[in-house]
């Protein structure tokens, strides 16, 4: 469980096909990010709920699999690219997010990024099945970032994004036909099922 809080945008380092797994190592500063971190240990990789499964000076590994893969934008992921990262919530921690399961229901595609009154906007198209999740002032995961939902229509959703949103996740290098990680609100969920 997490919050959408990001803590440290990672760089990845490598990307590698062994088996049914591909191996992704994130590499970080670790300036915000705790050296605490172990094997066994779930982060918050953009979003999805990856297991740390190998940790060295200035990295982490993951294994993940094909479906996680198909389902989520990892699978554009390549060397140099940036990640948002959070660790799992503890028992007892402030919650400034939400809840934030790392399950990603789609991928949605941001449709225009543009400043209204001053205040830039994200559009983002999602597909219709899920659209009944999302609400106006509901919260929503995009990329594992906890935001407010400003409006809904058809089969797309848009979100204020504050300048040190925008500085501190990966939504700064995000622009029209992007795909985006999209977790809508578990609450949502369980209302509609």
């Known amino acids: 469980m997490f919050t959408g809080i990001i803590e440290e945008l990672g760089t990845i380092k490598s990307v590698r096909k062994t088996g049914m797994v591909t191996i992704l190592e994130v ?46 934008n990892l699978n554009e992921i390549s060397i140099g690219k940036q990640v948002n990262l959070e660790r799992a919530l503890k028992v007892g921690d402030r919650l400034s997010g939400h809840f934030v399961t790392g399950h990603i229901d789609c991928l949605g595609i941001i449709r225009k990024k543009v400043y209204i009154d001053k205040n830039l906007c994200f559009e983002i198209n999602i597909p219709h099945k899920f659209i009944c999740y999302v609400a106006s002032k ?42 985006v990680n999209i977790e809508c609100d578990i609450l949502a969920k ?3 099922f």
């Open 27 to 72: 590499g970080n500063s670790f300036k915000l990010f705790p050296t605490d971190i172990k094997i066994g240990d779930s982060i918050s990789v953009n979003g999805v709920c990856l297991t740390v499964v190998r940790k060295d000076k200035d990295s982490f590994s993951f294994e993940v699999m094909n479906e996680t893969l198909k389902l989520t």
């Open 138 to 179: 509901a919260s929503i995961a995009i990329d594992g970032i906890s935001l407010t939902v400003v409006g809904v229509r058809q089969n797309n959703f848009t979100v204020y994004i504050i300048p040190h949103t925008l500085k501190n996740t990966t939504l700064n290098f995000k622009g029209p036909s992007d795909k």
């Open 190 to 192: 369980y209302a509609k």
